[in-house]
């Protein structure tokens, strides 16, 4: 095996092993984000906080959005009002 198939070997090895930290801490940073919400009886399970956290890293304003969250939530309990489900 020359020096460069076994540099190319390691780097593989390295961003596999990289990339695998990075999806168990992204899980365990949600899981914690989870019990927040939980705590604070936010009604939100993981995929919506998912949603909301991808958001916020692709340049949304975490103001903003939970104004439009909180907004949603108003309407959705008016409409359940409206035609008592």
Same mark, same amino acid.
Do not use: W
């Given at each position: 095996?020359? +020096? ?7 780097? @593989? ?9 990075? @999806?168990?801490? +992204?899980?365990? $940073? ?22 909301? !956290?991808? =958001? ?11 104004? !439009?969250?909180?907004? =949603?939530? $108003?309407?959705?309990? $008016?409409? @359940? ?5």
């Amino acid at each position: 095996m020359s +020096a460069n198939q076994n540099n190319s070997s390691n780097f @593989k090895s390295q961003l596999k092993v990289s990339l695998s930290q990075e @999806k168990e801490e +992204a899980q365990e $940073t949600l899981e914690i984000i989870h019990e927040m919400s939980q705590i604070l009886n936010c009604g939100l399970d993981r995929q919506q906080l998912a949603v909301l !956290v991808s =958001m916020i890293e692709n340049g949304v304003n975490p103001e903003a959005l939970a104004l !439009v969250v909180n907004e =949603m939530k $108003t309407e959705l309990n $008016t409409y @359940k009002k409206i035609h008592k489900q």
